[in-house]
């Protein structure tokens, strides 16, 4: 069974850094495209960043220049390096992938972990 699992979050004062990790379990061949979400309080979830084929990162120009995502194939792991953090970066982050694995291919969400940044 292909699971997703995130963690790092946690509370960090205004101009703090955290790093967010996801990652996939299960038999699996492939991730590709892989992204961050996250949703505010009463907000839509919305798209932060992705990475996909050939390592061509792309971000929310709310993030731009703040947060890096990055991947260790051999771990199947992504990572979301968050810098300068602001309040509204206050939010529940999802990892979403399309996973290649043993029993076929599908979209995947993590359950979310909790990034709350104070002023």
């Known amino acids: 069974q292909v699971q997703l699992v995130e963690s790092g979050g946690g509370l960090v004062q205004a101009g703090g850094s955290l790093r967010l990790s996801c990652t996939a379990s299960g038999v699996i061949f492939s991730i590709n495209p892989i992204a961050w979400y996250r949703q505010a309080p009463g907000k839509q979830r919305e798209w932060v960043a992705s990475l996909t084929t050939g390592s061509i990162t792309t971000y929310a120009d709310s993030v731009k220049g703040r947060f890096t995502i990055s991947r260790d194939k051999a771990e199947n792991t992504v990572y979301l390096q968050m810098n300068s953090l602001k309040p509204e970066d206050t939010a529940v982050y999802y990892c979403?992938?399309?996973?290649?694995?043993?029993?076929?291919?599908?979209?995947?969400w993590g359950k979310g972990t909790q990034v709350t940044v104070s002023s």
């Open positions: 979403n992938a399309r996973i290649l694995h043993s029993s076929g291919s599908g979209d995947y």
